[in-house]
């Protein structure tokens, strides 16, 4: 982590008309603050390209060109490639900009949140994405691009490049496929970026479980939190918090997340939705109810979502659909937190285990399917889309 970090530079663009530059590996977009008025957009290359500018403007005719600096990093564990980042700032909210990196040749496209719910607001969660066959990424991402998202958040195990060993380096070539088709699919047909949010997953940490930033070199890298610690809350203006949690890879779910969590969702109380996402399921369809880490979410982030009101928890690494009734202190409350999701992006469906004991289950399909979640100013709902484009279920609150 310290060589990665002693390997980046921070660069201020100087225009090299004369440079041929090779087409990036991939381009992707995130936030690392207010998505209604910033936007990180990164690129992977294989050689250093220093220099390298971006310049961006509103996507209208005659509309000022700027430019923005651009930091570069060499990838961690002694990789021959690099992640170069400009973080746009002071953006118009509701606004599509035209971006293009120098000697690229074509314009892509991102669009800024709103700042407040004129119009519905539509986006992707989903969870467990490349996990075995890049072929069912691939199926599963076509059908996210297709309902064109204002972005995606993923609930851990991304690339799956780390391993439970915490000493043996990652499977960096992982991330690279997983980046290359990333950028492949998720843009839609005028070249508009989707941007991605992640939390991390087992497999995106070595070690798996009960580790340190440190240990995720690559994710850190790639999706940077304010804290560095994995876990953040994002705020769009006043009507949605998104909190992307980690559920005990990098940060403990005890102690300082579970205190920073109760702190910022005890903010949020007049924050139209109020959504969480994590990898680890509090309850789980197929895995055990009992294991250490959905324990360790039920005891320390379940009493936290109950006192300050958490509307929808969004829950994967169990590998199967499932929607859980409204609950408060493990019992069905119509007031209470609905935990969603579970079903792999990219891998093999689960079956349910030990059904009968799950009675906080309403629903479930053993399917590969993501959440997508539309939110209005009196309404947030929720169609679970499957990997051929079903929905297969849908569920709906009224703002209270
Ligand atoms: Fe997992």
């Given at each position: 982590m310290k060589r990665s970090l002693l390997a980046c530079f921070l660069l201020f663009f100087i225009p090299l008309p004369a440079i041929e530059w090779l087409s990036p590996i991939a381009i992707y977009l995130t936030w690392e603050s207010d998505p209604c008025t910033t936007m990180s957009v990164r690129w992977i290359t294989e050689e250093l390209q220093i220099g390298r500018g971006l310049s961006y403007q509103v996507d209208r005719p005659n509309a000022p060109v700027l430019t923005?600096?651009?930091?570069?990093?060499?990838?961690?564990?002694?990789?021959?490639?690099?992640?170069?980042?400009?973080?746009?700032?002071?953006?118009?909210?509701?606004?599509?900009?035209?971006?293009?990196?120098?000697?690229?040749?074509?314009?892509?496209?991102?669009?800024?949140?709103?700042?407040?719910?004129?119009?519905?607001?539509?986006?992707?969660?989903?969870?467990?994405?490349?996990?075995?066959?890049?072929?069912?990424?691939?199926?599963?991402?076509?059908?996210?691009?297709?309902?064109?998202?204002?972005?995606?958040?993923?609930?851990?195990?991304?690339?799956?490049?780390?391993?439970?060993?915490?000493?043996?380096?990652?499977?960096?070539?992982?991330?690279?496929?997983?980046?290359?088709?990333?950028?492949?699919?998720?843009?839609?047909?005028?070249?508009?970026?989707?941007?991605?949010?992640?939390?991390?997953?087992?497999?995106?940490?070595?070690?798996?479980?009960?580790?340190?930033?440190?240990?995720?070199?690559?994710?850190?890298?790639?999706?940077?939190?304010?804290?560095?610690?994995?876990?953040?809350?994002?705020?769009?203006?006043?009507?949605?918090?998104?909190?992307?949690?980690?559920?005990?890879?990098?940060?403990?779910?005890?102690?300082?997340?579970?205190?920073?969590?109760?702190?910022?969702?005890?903010?949020?109380?007049?924050?139209?939705?109020?959504?969480?996402?994590?990898?680890?399921?509090?309850?789980?369809?197929?895995?055990?109810?009992?294991?250490?880490?959905?324990?360790?979410i039920r005891q320390n982030f379940v009493p936290i979502f109950d006192t300050f009101h958490l509307h929808m928890a969004f829950e994967n690494h169990d590998h199967i659909y499932k929607r859980t009734y409204p609950m408060t202190a493990h019992h069905v409350d119509p007031h209470g937190v609905v935990y969603i999701g579970n079903g792999p992006w990219g891998t093999i469906p689960r079956s349910p285990k030990n059904l009968s004991s799950r009675n906080y289950l309403e629903t479930w399909r053993s399917v590969r399917q993501v959440c997508l979640v539309t939110l209005t100013p009196t309404q947030r709902s929720v169609q679970a889309l499957t990997y051929d484009g079903l929905i297969i279920d849908q569920y709906s609150q009224p703002v209270q």
């Amino acid at each position: 982590m310290k060589r990665s970090l002693l390997a980046c530079f921070l660069l201020f663009f100087i225009p090299l008309p004369a440079i041929e530059w090779l087409s990036p590996i991939a381009i992707y977009l995130t936030w690392e603050s207010d998505p209604c008025t910033t936007m990180s957009v990164r690129w992977i290359t294989e050689e250093l390209q220093i220099g390298r500018g971006l310049s961006y403007q509103v996507d209208r005719p005659n509309a000022p060109v700027l430019t923005a600096p651009v930091a570069t990093c060499r990838f961690p564990e002694d990789h021959h490639y690099y992640l170069h980042a400009a973080q746009l700032t002071d953006l118009t909210p509701g606004t599509t900009y035209r971006f293009t990196l120098d000697g690229l040749g074509h314009d892509h496209r991102f669009s800024t949140m709103p700042s407040s719910l004129s119009a519905p607001l539509t986006f992707v969660i989903g969870g467990d994405v490349n996990l075995s066959d890049v072929r069912l990424f691939d199926e599963t991402s076509q059908q996210v691009a297709r309902q064109h998202p204002a972005f995606v958040a993923i609930g851990g195990d991304l690339a799956c490049a780390a391993s439970k060993n915490p000493t043996k380096s990652e499977h960096c070539s992982q991330w690279i496929t997983w980046f290359s088709h990333w950028y492949t699919m998720m843009q839609t047909e005028n070249g508009t970026i989707i941007p991605v949010l992640a939390t991390a997953g087992n497999h995106d940490v070595k070690g798996a479980f009960g580790q340190t930033p440190e240990q995720a070199p690559f994710f850190t890298l790639f999706f940077p939190t304010p804290m560095k610690k994995g876990y953040a809350v994002l705020r769009f203006d006043t009507y949605l918090s998104l909190y992307l949690l980690d559920s005990g890879h990098m940060s403990s779910p005890y102690g300082e997340q579970a205190r920073w969590l109760a702190h910022e969702l005890s903010h949020d109380e007049k924050m139209l939705h109020r959504l969480a996402v994590y990898h680890v399921p509090a309850y789980p369809a197929a895995r055990s109810y009992r294991s250490n880490c959905s324990t360790a979410i039920r005891q320390n982030f379940v009493p936290i979502f109950d006192t300050f009101h958490l509307h929808m928890a969004f829950e994967n690494h169990d590998h199967i659909y499932k929607r859980t009734y409204p609950m408060t202190a493990h019992h069905v409350d119509p007031h209470g937190v609905v935990y969603i999701g579970n079903g792999p992006w990219g891998t093999i469906p689960r079956s349910p285990k030990n059904l009968s004991s799950r009675n906080y289950l309403e629903t479930w399909r053993s399917v590969r399917q993501v959440c997508l979640v539309t939110l209005t100013p009196t309404q947030r709902s929720v169609q679970a889309l499957t990997y051929d484009g079903l929905i297969i279920d849908q569920y709906s609150q009224p703002v209270q």
